[in-house]
């Protein structure tokens, strides 16, 4: 069987949805051809997921799509808050925030920044690019089985249109294929967590009256909680097209039949607080919100991303984004191993950095859908986590820093990273990025003089190895060495204002400093932006070093 095989390639994806295309992207960046298979004809109709946060929209600038996605995203450019209130014609409305950023304090941490696209808008976007990128993108295709072995995964595939059956071999295969991932279930994979915690039914509508009652309030999302009509408003373009996210209780015999237009449209009237609305459904879809992580994310050559590895309540818009990060830290391991840059060993970290990720978010979901009062969640106090500390980092944040901490200021304790506090919380109280092993690299603004370019250290990091030290230091040299020796990608930057500085710090900035080190001393940063290791001082041999701190994280025993 592993001989008859109709296609062969590297790596297969199992899922077209957000995560999948996302795995795709990325894989491609590092010049990984792939097959993706998606048993839907198309990308999402749906407007959902649409929250897209700052370190994602880090790694879409890297991927060089951020501008498209903007693009796709202008109409919502200017909602920022969440509002909450009985209805939008009463005089109870409350902003819970009423601007993502407030002052512009994100401006230190990143050189990006949130936005909102939903999932019908990006996944094209994200289609129009893997394509050359080698991605061989099969929709109307549906895995039906796959086997494993010692070399790699041969899967049986179906094109739905034509009946017609092919084999796949491939070296690893990726399952983002949603939380009831198939794949999971034949791996027979658990899952741990409080399980289902509401459910809705997001029904699409259009109302150009709607507009006029909200006026100028630009909110991303405005929670509605009069008893008899509860529910979540979303704006689809501010102007006449809309969600409504209505409670469903199928644990009371609620059927998804009992949701009419004429029951719809009432509810919907009922919740704005304007009982001559004009209100013309244009579709529904149910969804469920449920708090479950996998107790693996690897077994053997297979690997959970996105849903089918973990579920959160989507507020916050943490489940999707933790997708997307999840692909883009499985992505660059692969690609080191069929480099043959890293030994299979550095794939068994994706588990046991981004497994102990999706519990500590997926809790911090569920708490701030118990703040926020979310329509249908009826949280069980016992069972509620405290919620993570807001105070304000050094230079502002205000209440939102608890979620930036969150976005991106997790940590991985242990995995490929030499030198990480296995001890330190997965997410902290507050956001600090200071160049600790384990941590996102700290965002810098420098000037590249050989470009004559404006670049971010955020910018450096995503097909190799990057090591930062100051000009005139041995770092650099002996960064070459290795590269060579090892046969591994491997870039060094000597960061001063001299004549030898490769890139010059703007307005002043030390770049020693923000990542905890002296100017003696160097900093290796991953290709997904991590701290992989940090020497903060001087070293006798840094050649030696290096070697063998790149060896231990590249399982190249």
């Not at 480099?339 to 794939?347: F, K, Q, V, Y």
């Not at 990720?357 to 708490?367: I, L, M």
């Amino acid at each position: 069987m592993k001989e008859n095989v109709d296609h062969r390639v590297p790596v297969l994806i199992v899922g077209g949805s957000l995560v999948g295309l996302c795995t795709s992207l990325f894989l491609g960046r590092h010049g990984i051809t792939h097959m993706l298979v998606e048993k839907h004809a198309g990308t999402s109709l749906h407007p959902r997921g649409r929250g897209i946060n700052v370190r994602t929209m880090e790694l879409f600038r890297v991927a060089r799509v951020e501008d498209p996605i903007r693009e796709a995203a202008s109409v919502l450019a200017d909602n920022h808050g969440i509002l909450q209130g009985g209805s939008l014609t009463g005089d109870d409305q409350k902003w819970l925030f009423e601007q993502i950023d407030p002052g512009g304090a994100l401006a230190r941490f990143s050189p990006s920044t949130w936005c909102l696209c939903s999932q019908n808008d990006i996944e094209p976007v994200l289609m129009s690019v893997t394509p050359t990128l080698g991605a061989d993108l099969r929709f109307s295709t549906e895995l039906l089985s796959f086997e494993q072995d010692e070399s790699g995964v041969t899967a049986l595939v179906k094109n739905r249109e034509t009946g017609e059956h092919s084999t796949v071999r491939a070296d690893y295969l990726v399952a983002a294929d949603g939380p009831r991932s198939p794949v999971r279930e034949q791996l027979r994979i658990g899952q741990s967590g409080p399980g289902d915690l509401f459910h809705n039914v997001s029904i699409t509508f259009r109302s150009r009256m709607l507009a006029d009652v909200i006026g100028d309030r630009r909110f991303i999302v405005c929670y509605l909680t009069k008893t008899d009509a509860d529910g979540a408003l979303l704006p689809v373009d501010n102007r006449e097209r809309w969600v409504f996210h209505a409670p469903w209780h199928p644990d009371r015999g609620e059927t998804l039949e009992d949701f009419t237009d004429e029951r719809c449209v009432a509810h919907i009237r009922r919740a704005v607080g304007a009982p001559d609305l004009d209100v013309e459904i244009t579709g529904k879809a149910p969804w469920h919100a449920a708090e479950r992580v996998a107790q693996r994310y690897a077994a053997g050559r297979v690997f959970l991303a996105g849903d089918s590895a973990h579920e959160m309540s989507p507020t916050g818009a943490f489940g999707s984004n933790t997708g997307i990060q999840d692909a883009h830290n499985l992505a660059w391991k692969i690609a080191a191993v069929l480099d043959g840059a890293a030994g299979p060993g550095l794939l068994e970290t994706y588990e046991s950095e981004r497994l102990p990720v999706a519990r500590a978010t997926s809790e911090r979901a569920s708490a701030r859908s118990a703040e926020h009062s979310h329509p249908g969640y009826e949280p069980d106090p016992e069972t509620v986590p405290e919620p993570v500390a807001a105070a304000p980092a050094r230079g502002g944040g205000g209440r939102q820093n608890g979620v930036l901490a969150v976005a991106m200021g997790y940590r991985y304790g242990q995995g490929a990273v030499v030198g990480a506090d296995p001890d330190l919380p997965v997410v902290p109280e507050r956001m600090r990025l200071c160049g600790e092993p384990g941590t996102r690299a700290p965002h810098l603004w420098l000037r590249d003089p050989a470009a004559g370019a404006r670049r971010s250290t955020v910018d450096l990091y995503e097909r190799s190895f990057v090591l930062l030290s100051s000009e005139g230091t041995p770092w650099s040299g002996a960064a070459g060495s290795v590269a060579k020796r090892m046969n591994v990608r491997l870039d060094a930057y000597a960061i001063g204002t001299g004549p030898e500085a490769d890139l010059i710090p703007e307005d002043g900035g030390d770049w020693a400093e923000a990542h905890g080190a002296t100017a003696s001393g160097a900093v290796l940063v991953r290709p997904d932006g991590f701290v992989a290791w940090r020497s903060p001082d001087a070293v006798a041999d840094p050649e030696s070093v290096l070697y063998k701190v790149l060896t231990t994280l590249l399982d190249r025993y």
